[in-house]
């Protein structure tokens, strides 16, 4: 039906191989060239211009021109939520080198996803909020309660956002954990913060996080998580 053309539109850009490469390379919401999106998509600069052209042309990326170079980024956070949905209704990734598997590995404990935490860790950091009485899950959103007002700001996130509606914060379905966990920016800022603390810092596998040494320790006494354990669970 008519009515439906935008979504099969939508669907066709992402469904492509080197496209739907390029925007999981943007989805941890940084800027990055199109001579570094050709590169971690494995394609000539002229193909991924190319595909690029195609996105912008979607809406699914913009682009912006600073100097000599110009930065592409995805258009919104709810692009990273619809990939990582449709991943989350895919069958498993298949792994068929060592490579893949410590990719895979690296990538269900802790990434980014569009600057927040996701992975293992973003559901295990979700659970502990909850646990705490720091958060209320209301069914497909989660509410701030008034002690976890207070915990924010004990945690440095003080003032406060005011951009964030700690009524609705959102849902978030984990793809490679199948579970929900925190998003949007109360998420982006409590993120922030982890890496501010040093808890957490970026891996050598793109959108991956890895613990640091001290957060091993704070994880564990600030939410009760402890990470060693949670490499190896699954859920």
Known sequence: MEMYSGISDTASLIGDPTRLSILISLADGRA??????????????????????????????????????????????????????????????QVRSLRESSRKKALSFARTCYGHLAGKLGVALTNALLKHGYFRDLGEVYEVTGEGKQWLRQFGIDPLPKNIDFNAVPHHIDWTVRKHHIAGPLALAITERLFELGWIKRGSIQRSVQITEIGHTKMLETFGIDTDALQQKNF
């Open 32 to 93: 990055l060239t199109a001579s570094e999106l050709a590169k971690m998509a494995k394609v000539t600069p002229q193909t991924a211009s190319a595909h690029l052209s195609k996105l912008v042309q979607g809406s699914l990326i913009t682009v912006e021109t600073q100097g000599r170079h110009r930065y592409y980024s995805l258009a919104s956070q709810e692009v990273a939520h619809a990939i990582e949905a449709v991943a989350a209704i895919s069958p498993p990734l």
